[in-house]
């Protein structure tokens, strides 16, 4: 009897626990190639889950107080599954940069809108929409710095911070050959490494730096953009028709005025920045 | 000060709270299925059946010897290709089962072992079948024996369910993260709150096993 | 994975080789350590006995990501500490209490008799622990300290948190370069269980010879 009441309240337990972090979702299907799958799941289950950033402000942050994600980003890609499937639930998950491929790759998500620059190397694992936004690779340092521009950091013992999987990283040992590069898991590592001095400066879009300096009066940005970053929304190879949808769903928000909405409402007040020269 | 006071504000305390509950979910979850996968693989270990033990007992010895990190990679990466697809969540609970069931199943061998072999031979003289005798006298002693360690086992699990911050599981470690690197003052008082709240959970728990080790031993 | 192992040859070996060194100097300033608070914990004065059980307590019941954090990004603030460097005292701190616990056991089970023995035969408290005790406490506890060493090894891929240049941190780079999920963790899998597997089987080899 009373083994019996210890079972039932340990898998109450259980229970409530996965309900309450919502581990209902977990789907098992073939990891297939058939072509258009992805497009025809989201039209079967009306479900899209897409992959975003949540330590990225502007363009992907999770808000402390609500524990929800929000950014243009998050705001693009509501917005795209509306157009996409209008009966279609947007679930989030949250990525990073080294985690991104793999998970959509796997299936794990259907679509990744996470200030992913499109590039050759990419090309050849997923597939990409047109450009949604303009970036540029950049540069953040502290206040008390006296790095000016990307020039300065080519020199022996210089380091610069940057995170696993972006092609920033890839992109600044060209500029900086003789730098060392420290890669770091996330955003949030990396911003708070720059503050506690583990590099001379941290590497990425100027639109996640300008996020970071946003709230962080102790660093700036500096020596404007070196390199184009055209960031894409990707999807897994073999669905055309997945593509085609979000590239009609982007143009549509562009012609009636969604868009500029959006890019306003995130980029607008930001200083140093120029919402119009990003979101073309 | 202010900064201090500020970071512990009811809205950053519910954030991590939320995640300190994520936290022992995936613990008590992954301890319960390895409890039982690791009994059973123990048991076979300790039965020595032709080939069967040796083959359990060396992928054993394989897992206890990777670093956790990399089976939460791998089971994270690895396992979708063969058309499994889970959440963060699930995929977490299920590397730190297949870890800790490993750790688990060479805890139950050693405590079977510890029991003396006069226990097992009793039984079978009083006419108990070979698995009667495990079931009802060598695994109820072995258990009582194997309190301490299972315990500090459960409390290792605890600790290392903040390596899943890796593949972004929103536990405690990876929501203090989150706070500081939009908050930078907040950055000492999230450290010591982490401090805080992993020392009360294991301590507890350590204090509650030794509590229970001795009510079982007198 | 042969092809990839080799296009990538330099960068597995240089983190095979941070991740030995890390391991090294962490073993050897644990060892140092966790001595140093196991005799705290038992030598005939209170205060010294709190202070051991008090840092014990606290280490043991906090993970090892959060210390090396704290390291890398609050106290890199006053002294300049890099990954590694964070990663491996990071290791050493949270290794020394499980050390400390280890040999503290081991001092524990030498029969009390020897301690009084020693006493009363005119030995101080230190002459009787470093003449009498310790060196039998040391043969108990090389298999526990053993398995300690094997955990160590596999702690160390915290490193990879910190850019610490270890196995760890070289797979998730290689990769991210290669979009290959499976192969690097496989080859860095090898690299940990040519370390790991031969010390354990050793230990347990060392366990059973005791225990006859």
Redesign the interface.
Known sequence: MQMKQVAGA?FS??AA??L??G?T???????SSDKNETYERIQKTHKMNWGVK??T?LMG??N??S?KLEGFDIDMAKEITKRVDPKAKVEL???????R??ML????IDSIIATMTITPEREK?VDFSEPYFNAGQSLLVKNSSDVKNIKDLDRKGARILGV??SNSI?NVKKFAPKARI????D???A???L????GDALTTDNGILYGMAV??K?VKVVGGTFTTEPYGIAVDKDNPKLVKAINDAVDDMKSDGTYDKLAKKWFNDVPGMDWKEVAK | MQDFLQAYSWVNMRFLLNGLWITIVVSVVSIAFSFVIGSILGTIRYMKIKYVSEIVGFIIDLIRNLPLLLIIFFTYFALPKVGIHFNVMISTIVAMTIFESAMLAEIVRSGIKAVPTGQLEGARANGLSFYQALWYILLPQAYKKMIPPIVSQFVSLIKDTSLATIIMLPEVTFRAQTIYAQKPAQIIPMFLMLAILYFILNFTISRVGTYIDRRMAS | MWSLFTSHASEFLTGFGWTILSSVIALIGSTILGLGFALLQIVPNRWANLVGKIYIEIVRNIPLLVITMFFYVVVANIFKLNGFISGTIGLTLYTSAFIAETIRAGINAVDSGQYEGGRANGMSWWETMRYIVLPQAIHLVIPPLGNQFVNLIKNSSVLAFVAGLDLMYQANMISQLTFDTFNPYIIVAIFYLMLTMPLSYYMRYLEEKNAH
């Open positions: 340990a337990f259980f626990g996965l309450m972090s581990v979702q977990t789907t098992v299907h073939a990891a949540g330590d402000k942050l999770m402390i107080e524990g998950t949250q990525i990073t940069s080294g985690t491929v793999p790759l796997n299936g794990n694992v696993q999987g890839e420290v890669a770091l898991p955003y949030a590592t911003l708070t490494a503050q506690s001095g583990q709230d962080n102790g």
